[in-house]
């Protein structure tokens, strides 16, 4: 693992003119158990800064309600004529703010988001990547090997503020995490950027959510630590990942094994695989060439109910990697990002986190192909999401 291509990664991106047009992503995902119940969950926390400069001093949220006139001019708009229908048009902002989105991916699952100024955003320093907070109390910090923080969010907040688009509720958290397995190169192109230096991630410490303890150990955390970043996100948005993989033909746990898919880049899935001593790559921004297939699916309804199919197939001239992928619809949620454009632009993202399914690895031999690993796959965080535009 090159670490100092690790770090280089995981650091602030948005500099000179980024900073008004762009946006920076970190997202960490692990598993943890309540420690009353034993029922275990995926929990996500992100951070995620939109075009710093436009509004260092103040949170500008797109969603937020705005008319074009002042409010001494509704007068019109009472009377319902056709000058006070004018008036009720909604202005259209570019967003700027600082927002910690955390939460649940699960059946009941639930999202939180709280926004700060980026005034209020500290990076890159050798104590920690980022911090954002009003004060040392409530600061959310990540760190090179720990994150920790909080996030409360009421019901009279979401009453008296919609635009903060998320659920209520209070969620606080304090770990610590080891990347074991990074899966490079990046993504990069001019306005989007991916880079997976965490695929194998182990996290250890406590999430307290709704007042309820969940315990979060190394060895069942399944942990998943990526980063997305520049001026718009890929569309479709397509995702696939897990380190909870287990050998069919040997039927041992494959402890050094991660892959990770993810896209649409310019019609291609980038798909990086380490399955013990095997790394298979295939890189959307590479210039090897290989062929792709992929689908995105809701099943029939059964006895589990309604499932998401993800099925990839790739392959080049020495390998055959295929991947298929159920996630319960009923154990999903959708999460929203404001675009950097503003212009009510928003990527909406349907999330599962307890995906099963297999993934089969061959090698060309002439015309034939010789089957290498056939993989079981638990615990695979599932995401497909497109670009919502406002209608008009």
């Not at 907070?133 to 008296?160: H, M, P, R, W, Y």
Request: aromatic fraction near 12%; charge should be positive; charged fraction near 25%.
């Amino acid at each position: 693992m090159n670490l100092r291509k690790v770090n280089r990664c995981k650091r602030y991106m948005l500099a000179n003119s980024f900073k008004k047009n762009s946006f920076d992503r970190w997202r960490l995902v692990m598993n943890g158990f309540n420690t009353v119940t034993g029922a275990d969950c995926t929990f996500f926390i992100e951070f995620y800064v939109l075009n710093p400069l436009l509004s260092p001093s103040e949170c500008i949220l797109g969603f937020k309600s705005r008319l074009e006139k002042a409010p001494e001019d509704l007068q019109y708009a009472l009377a319902g004529t056709e000058t006070g229908k004018s008036l009720l048009t909604e202005k259209d902002v570019r967003p700027s703010f600082v927002m910690i989105k955390v939460g649940r991916i699960s059946k009941n699952g639930k999202q939180l988001n709280a926004y700060f100024p980026s005034d209020a955003l500290k990076t890159n320093s050798d104590e920690y990547i980022l911090k954002v907070g009003t004060s040392e109390s409530n600061a959310c910090v990540l760190t090179d090997f720990s994150t920790s923080g909080s996030v409360t969010v009421s019901k009279t907040d979401l009453i008296q503020q919609p635009e903060l688009l998320c659920d209520s509720g209070s969620f606080a958290w304090n770990l610590r995490y080891t990347i074991e397995g990074s899966l490079m190169p990046n993504y990069a192109s001019s306005g989007i950027n991916w880079s997976c230096f965490g695929a194998r991630t182990s996290f250890s410490g406590m999430i307290l959510m709704d007042g309820e303890k969940y315990a979060v150990n190394t060895t069942t955390s399944y942990g998943y630590f990526d980063k997305n970043w520049g001026k718009d996100f890929s569309n479709p948005f397509f995702h696939l990942s897990s380190n909870n993989l287990t050998s069919n033909i040997s039927g041992k746990k494959l402890l050094y094994s991660c892959f990770a898919i993810q896209g649409v880049y310019n019609k291609r899935l980038s798909l990086l695989s380490m399955l013990e001593d095997k790394k298979i790559e295939f890189h959307a921004g590479g210039r090897k060439k290989y062929s792709i297939v992929y689908d995105f699916s809701e099943t029939v309804p059964d006895d589990d109910g309604v499932k998401l199919h993800w099925t990839v197939s790739i392959n080049d001239r020495k390998h055959v990697v295929d991947v298929d992928v159920f996630c319960k619809a009923e154990s999903m949620i959708v999460r929203e990002y404001e675009c950097p454009e503003g212009g009510r632009k928003m990527l909406k993202v349907l999330s599962g986190a307890t995906g099963t399914g297999e993934l089969k690895l061959y090698r060309k031999v002439k015309k034939n192909l010789e089957l290498i690993e056939d993989v079981h796959i638990a615990n695979c965080l599932c995401e497909y999401g497109n670009i919502e535009y406002p209608v008009k």
